[in-house]
């Protein structure tokens, strides 16, 4: 029998014994109470209250805008709707770089007035001391490399990551030093799939991938791109599921037609 069909709560060590079981970990982005509850009930392992959330719900072109307070908010109402996932949430940009005092105070703001699972940094060698600092805390630290969006304007496109001997190799050592040092899984986007298999296979701890191809032991997207809402979005890495923004439009126009006809309400529809 599956780890996943045993268990009612998701925790790190779920994640764990499934690595070692060789069971694919599925993780999706979730940023309000109603969409978390239908991604929980529909047996999703890991929710991701991902900074993202800057760009899918707020309209920003980067995730840099989003503040701490906005990710807190928006934590809080998707641990509300859940009761079988693991909810791990995005530290934004600004609240943990450079500084390990201001990225633990960020962290424990998260888990105490959110009440979720645990947290996920962007960077490797770079943020070490904050990450330590974390989980000196007895807080769930999920690591995130490769293409990391906080860093966009230094990288300066969204396109491939660690393609070159030199950024591989350093992208496998900070993979290996970031389990080092503790954290319960290590996040890879955008990166050659060969490369992050290799990692997975170096790594015992459990490998996430956007972007990374088939080898690595979970993969995650955002689920506005999975369910069609972000039309323009179209990476390769990318299947989507259904295409609800020409679903909603239909919908929305056939309701103002309705309304225009005065067809709707009609009698078995009023008090």
Do not use: W
């Amino acid at each position: 029998m599956s780890v996943e069909k045993q268990i009612k709560r998701v925790t790190v060590h779920t994640l764990q014994a499934m690595k070692e079981n060789h069971e694919k970990i599925s993780m999706l982005t979730a940023y309000d109470y109603s969409m978390a509850k239908v991604l929980d009930e529909s047996g999703i392992d890991i929710l991701l209250v991902g900074d993202s959330a800057s760009n899918v719900i707020a309209g920003h072109e980067t995730t840099l805008p989003i503040t701490l307070d906005q990710m807190i908010y928006h934590a809080a109402s998707v641990v509300r709707g859940v009761e079988r996932a693991l909810v791990i949430v995005d530290l934004p940009f600004g609240s943990y770089q450079g500084n390990s005092e201001k990225a633990l105070d960020s962290t424990i703001r998260i888990m105490k007035e959110s009440g979720a699972h645990g947290v996920k940094l962007e960077g490797g060698i770079e943020i070490e001391e904050s990450v330590r600092r974390i989980l000196s805390a007895g807080v769930p630290v999920m690591a995130h490399l490769g293409l990391t969006p906080q860093s966009i304007y230094k990288f300066g496109t969204y396109t491939v990551r660690a393609k070159e001997e030199a950024e591989a190799k350093k992208l496998m050592e900070d993979a290996l030093l970031m389990q080092e040092i503790g954290c319960f899984a290590v996040l890879m986007e955008k990166i050659p799939a060969e490369l992050a298999t290799k990692v997975t296979q170096a790594l015992h701890v459990p490998t996430i991938g956007i972007g990374a191809g088939g080898g690595v032991d979970g993969q995650v997207l955002v689920t506005h791109d999975l369910l069609g809402l972000t039309k323009e979005f179209k990476p390769r890495f990318l299947r989507r599921y259904m295409d609800l923004f020409v679903d909603i439009k239909a919908a929305v126009q056939h309701y103002i037609t309705d309304v225009k006809n005065a067809d709707f309400p009609n009698e078995n529809e009023q008090y």
